[in-house]
């Protein structure tokens, strides 16, 4: 191939590059269009309804509700102090769940032995509901923030570490004797094949461990706090102030989606050539 066609079909390869690219970000811009325009049907709809009377505001709430309630909540400071204690016990479970799980998983692999005689309680531990161990662990760790991290600790790591473990075990073989042949040791072969290996397994289990993370945590402000969204949603429920309960179950759902985009930027990083 000589310079000039050389130069031509590099042009060419950089032109198809751009060209999926802005196809990508037109796609986007259009899905999120349609996303937006959806759910403000959606509320345009609730809030017709509530002032036509077809939708009670006592069982439903009502949008400018929210809106009032989200104002107030905003200009006493509560909702950005449960916001807070919500988020702070949340991430700090999570981080250290899901990173200490993962790392006792990619430990299983020295050991296949113990891996086997652990299996069965971490299987069972998984499938046990977390939200069940909450008692026992206010009562452990008192009602205040440190129990609330527990609760999320222990949601994510089980999670984290059977994840991992298994990761290791979906490596392909071949890969391990190479190394093997070549003379690597069994932390040379752990460093550069069965822990790079096992990454796309550890990210899927970081973002199954956000809703586990929240979903735990939340459940422990249920049942006994002094602040916090759950806190503020189990209050407002009780009270039967829906419009509360809207703002609190919204914040969530910003903290979720927050969490899940921070998480795929990572993966963006750690595995540049995963899709999607």
């Known amino acids: 191939m000589s310079e000039a066609q050389l130069y031509t079909h590099t042009i060419r390869a950089g ?3 751009d060209n999926n690219e802005n196809l990508h970000r037109n796609t986007l811009l259009t899905d ?20 036509q009377g077809w939708i009670n505001p006592f069982l439903m709430g009502s949008p400018v509700g929210i809106v009032g309630e989200a104002w107030r909540l905003i200009q006493s400071g509560q909702l950005l102090n449960d916001t807070v204690a919500t988020v702070y016990a949340t991430v700090v479970g999570f981080l250290a769940g899901s990173i200490l799980g993962s790392l006792c ?6 050991s296949r032995t113990t891996a086997r005689i652990i299996d069965p309680f971490m299987v069972a531990l998984n499938g046990l509901p977390k939200i069940a161990l909450a008692p026992m662990i206010i009562i452990w760790f008192g009602s205040g923030m440190f129990s609330k991290i527990m609760l999320a600790f222990v949601a994510t790591f089980v999670v984290a570490l059977l994840s991992a473990y298994q990761g290791t075990h979906q490596i392909d073989r071949n890969l391990i004797n190479l190394m093997r042949s070549l003379g690597a040791s069994r932390r040379e072969i752990f460093t550069k094949v069965v822990a790079p ?3 796309p397994w550890i990210i899927s289990a970081f973002r199954l461990n956000i809703g586990f993370a929240l979903i735990a945590e939340i459940g422990g402000e249920f049942i006994s706090s002094d602040r916090g969204l759950g806190r503020m949603i189990f209050v407002a429920g009780n009270l039967f102030n829906l419009n509360v309960v809207w703002v609190g ?4 759902m910003i903290v979720a989606i927050v969490l899940y985009i921070i998480v795929s930027q990572v993966e963006k990083r750690l595995l540049p050539w995963a899709k999607g």
Request: no cysteine.
């Open 15 to 17: 032109s198809v590059k």
């Open 32 to 51: 999120n269009l349609w996303r937006g325009a959806g759910l403000a049907l959606v509320i345009i709809m609730w809030q017709v309804g509530v002032n």
């Open 105 to 110: 998983g990619l430990m299983l692999w020295f």
């Open 197 to 199: 290996a096992t990454l």
């Open 249 to 252: 179950v919204i914040m969530l």
